[in-house]
């Protein structure tokens, strides 16, 4: 009676420490497969999102590449989606700080992807609500641009149009094979393509022209800097002229130059034979009443007359006083 009951007492403690010892397995598996380190600093953070695009509990925390923590519990309440992360280090958030929802791959999962903010930027006052950037929907996206792109086929007639170009493209090109219109001519006809071929064949012979020096053009461009010579030496001798008119030593130079004095005293000549000129017509003066009188000139005229007259007479007497003189003189 005793033995059995030794015996029963044993099972029982063998069975006990068997489920003890699977308890302890599960609750080390449980631990390492939730990634918690139980004897590690842990820091919440509670950040609103507008929209979590299918986040889980439980999915990874990033930081400039390194897992940081994951999110610890997420609760839709009337502003949004608030979202409890646990990290393993404590965040300074900066004022142009970005906490941002991305796809961990294209087959699917999230993760959080936080940006503290640039050194430069001013610290995130405390006790700042903390908001998420509102993830973008990349499945979502293409669908409405499959969508827009069906309904403008078959609302819009795009179909239509895009079957109608084609079929004016396929006419366009039966036309330019059959050497229809300029392009199709240009296409198809030999003589442009031996026009062509003559054309190259003389530009060919221009360049061999050139080569060998047997034209203007070629002497320009082969006469080892004569020209080039000539042009810098009248260059030179323009610059003198300038230099000459700039430091007024000639006519010209002091007619340009600053002071305006020969141009002042050519104003004051030109004023002056205005101001005689406009005597003259107003007839002051002699020279005014020789010019605007008509009497003076008539007085004039006579008097030159009466002149020529005298003079006339004189040359008729003129031998009866010489004859005279001789006679008596040889007394």
Do not use: W
């Amino acid at each position: 009676m005793k033995r059995d009951r030794i015996r029963e007492m044993s099972i029982e403690v063998t069975v006990g420490v068997f489920m003890f010892m699977v308890l302890l397995a599960l609750g080390v598996f449980t631990i390492i497969f939730s990634r918690e380190n139980l004897f590690q600093k842990s820091y919440a953070l509670d950040v609103v999102f507008d929209e979590i695009m299918g986040v889980r509990e439980g999915d990874n925390i990033y930081l400039r590449g390194v897992i940081i923590g994951r999110v610890r519990r997420i609760v839709v309440e009337p502003d949004g989606v608030r979202m409890r992360l646990s990290l393993t280090r404590e965040l300074h958030l900066r004022e142009d700080y970005r906490i941002e929802i991305l796809p961990a791959s294209v087959l699917g999962g999230r993760y959080i992807y936080v940006y503290e903010g640039s050194p430069s930027a001013p610290r995130l006052p405390e006790g700042t609500p903390i908001r998420g950037l509102t993830p973008v929907d990349l499945m979502g996206s293409a669908t409405r641009v499959v969508q827009n792109i069906r309904r403008a086929i078959e609302e819009e007639g795009l179909l239509a149009d895009l079957q109608a170009a084609a079929r004016n493209i396929h006419e366009i090109t039966r036309k330019l094979a059959q050497g229809e219109g300029t392009i199709g001519r240009l296409l198809t006809d030999e003589t442009v393509h031996h026009d062509i071929a003559a054309v190259t064949a003389d530009l060919r012979r221009a360049a061999e022209r050139l080569a060998a020096g047997e034209s203007t053009l070629s002497r320009l461009l082969s006469d080892k800097g004569e020209i080039y010579n000539d042009a810098a030496e009248i260059a030179r001798n323009l610059r003198e002229v300038s230099a000459r008119l700039n430091n007024a030593e000639s006519l010209l130079g002091k007619l340009l130059a600053p002071d305006d004095t020969v141009y002042d005293d050519v104003r004051a000549a030109a004023q002056s034979l205005r101001t005689v000129a406009d005597t003259i017509a107003r007839g002051e003066g002699t020279i005014g009443r020789i010019v605007m009188r008509g009497e003076l000139y008539e007085e004039v005229r006579l008097l030159v007359n009466e002149l020529r007259a005298t003079i006339d007479d004189f040359r008729e007497t003129a031998p009866v006083s010489t004859f005279t003189s001789i006679f008596f003189g040889a007394f």
